[in-house]
């Protein structure tokens, strides 16, 4: 096994301060069991001390910076994210259990977030607006003042590019909480920051539990604004304790998104599309492709060879880097299989067989399911694991109607040679991202990304991301 390269005693960052707790949590291998950190216990102390320490930063050195020079900082961290790929990369397979190719693709997107934020820190203008004779008015985008990140444990390094890096580039000062399942590279990523020059207080990182040091950041009454991704219950908590200050928030919840693969395809080109973006980081993944909706004519077909690559599936310990690793935590793996054993066996067409694997790892064996009915649980409900659902539709309107049929609106794929078909269903399909002959462009850290009903609201990701991080002053000079 490989050693961490960076640290076993996990602190927090609170200003110019890296600090512990009374209190400190475990952090296992999810592909072993092993106890590899541990990491502060922070409370609602912390998350105060982090807001003051936000607060001085505004009214100090970072707020007083330039866009451009925000601009700089934020490019120079992205470089050196760059050159520790492959440390940010093992420290992530360890931490919560992905395979290393896709924790170094998550390195890479860091990276790229910040690059991509540093560039646009200086290009957010407002506009001047036509109005009375003997007025000049024009618009300003501020940042808000003190945001906090409340992130998950499934894309640690993305998630946390796309809510900081939008959020510092608008010229904010960020109080992080990672998961307690995930904070070894949000901590790691505050050093390469300070190191690249960011400065005092501008990144704070607050570990501990969701409901300690995350309530905490949610109600606190100096914080401005809130992002979050998560699950459904959790985020109605945030919005509730947000919504006591008045505080807006930024919310991205998960999906159940379909893909329609419509007879007149080219389904060699969709079949990897089809597969991967369902059991990648064993399918814990907000806007996994975890309903495959195939038109009867193909549906044989289309089952055939999706059975086939799931019975290719190599699973294993993330830093073996197989296809599929362990579940983050033993808790998730009960969600899963809770969903897997209430099925009848007749409706898991394929599953792959596990191995040898460390008994103390969280793993569950990839699933593909035919034979539900869209209504029920296992067709509706947001599973977060490698389980994927086939669906048979006649007809457009009956595939629209069944892609549509969820809570959820976050993402959806469409697979069809029918030019107008294609405009069609980008049109009618609910969901804030819709693809039509890919899925996921690449992951896309330049394409706005949320979700509509319970997957959420507000856009990360993008430039559109940049407005949701600031708020818009009115000014009106009224001159001769
Ligand atoms: P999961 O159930 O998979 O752990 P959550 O949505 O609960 O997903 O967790 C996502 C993030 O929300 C984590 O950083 C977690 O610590 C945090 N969190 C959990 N509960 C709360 C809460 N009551 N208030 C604020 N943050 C929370």
Request: net charge negative.
């Amino acid at each position: 096994m490989h050693a961490i390269t960076t640290f076993d005693s996990a602190e927090m960052l609170i200003g110019e301060a890296w600090v512990t707790a009374d209190e400190t949590l475990a952090v296992q291998d999810p592909s072993t069991g092993e106890e590899i950190a541990r990491i502060a216990r922070g409370g609602a102390a912390d998350i105060d001390a982090a807001v003051s320490a936000a607060e001085a930063a505004l009214a100090g050195e970072w707020g007083r910076m330039s866009a451009a020079e925000r601009g700089r900082i934020l490019a120079r961290i992205g470089q050196a994210v760059a050159a520790e790929v492959e440390m940010l990369a093992l420290l992530e397979a360890r931490d919560v259990g992905k395979p290393l190719k896709q924790a170094r693709a998550d390195a890479l997107a860091l990276a790229r977030y910040m690059e991509f934020y540093g560039g646009a820190a200086d290009k957010l203008t407002g506009q001047t607006i036509p109005f009375q004779a003997g007025y000049t008015v024009y618009t300003l985008r501020e940042p808000h003042g003190v945001t906090g990140h409340i992130i998950p444990w499934n894309y640690p390094m993305q998630i946390l590019g796309r809510s900081v890096g939008a959020a510092l580039a608008a010229g904010n000062a960020c109080v992080l909480k990672p998961a307690e399942e995930a904070c070894l590279t949000a901590l790691a990523f505050a050093r390469i920051a300070r190191d690249a020059g960011l400065p005092v207080g501008a990144l704070n990182v607050v570990t501990g539990l969701g409901a300690e040091a995350g309530a905490a950041l949610a109600g606190h009454p100096r914080v401005h604004h809130i992002s979050f991704t998560g699950s459904v219950p959790t985020g109605a908590l945030i919005q509730a304790a947000a919504g006591k200050n008045i505080v807006p928030v930024t919310l991205e919840l998960g999906g159940k998104s379909p893909q329609l693969v419509f007879a007149d395809c080219d389904l060699e080109a969709a079949l990897p599309f089809l597969v991967g973006p369902g059991v990648q980081n064993a399918g814990q993944t907000c806007s996994a492709a975890s309903r495959i909706l195939v038109q009867r004519e193909i549906f044989d077909e289309v089952a055939t060879r999706m059975a086939e690559a799931y019975r290719a599936l190599r699973i294993g310990p993330a830093v073996e880097d197989l296809d599929v690793g362990p579940l983050v935590s033993a808790r998730q793996k009960a969600i899963v299989a809770g969903f897997l054993d209430a099925l009848p066996a007749e409706q898991i067409l394929a599953r792959p067989e596990l191995g040898e694997l460390p008994p103390g790892g969280h793993y569950v064996a990839p699933a593909l399911v035919a034979g539900a009915a869209p209504g029920d649980r296992i067709a509706r409900d947001e599973i977060f694991g490698p389980v994927q659902v086939l669906l048979p539709f006649e007809t457009e309107a009956e595939a629209v109607e069944i892609a549509n049929g969820t809570d959820y609106g976050l993402v959806a794929g469409v697979w069809t040679a029918n030019g107008a078909r294609q405009f069609r269903l980008a049109r009618d399909l609910r969901a804030g991202q819709v693809f039509v002959n890919n899925y996921g462009a690449g992951g896309g850290v330049e394409l706005p990304f949320g979700g509509i009903g319970k997957s959420g609201h507000g856009r990360e990701k993008g430039f559109e991301a940049l407005y949701g991080f600031t708020t818009l002053k009115t000014v009106a000079v009224r001159h001769d």
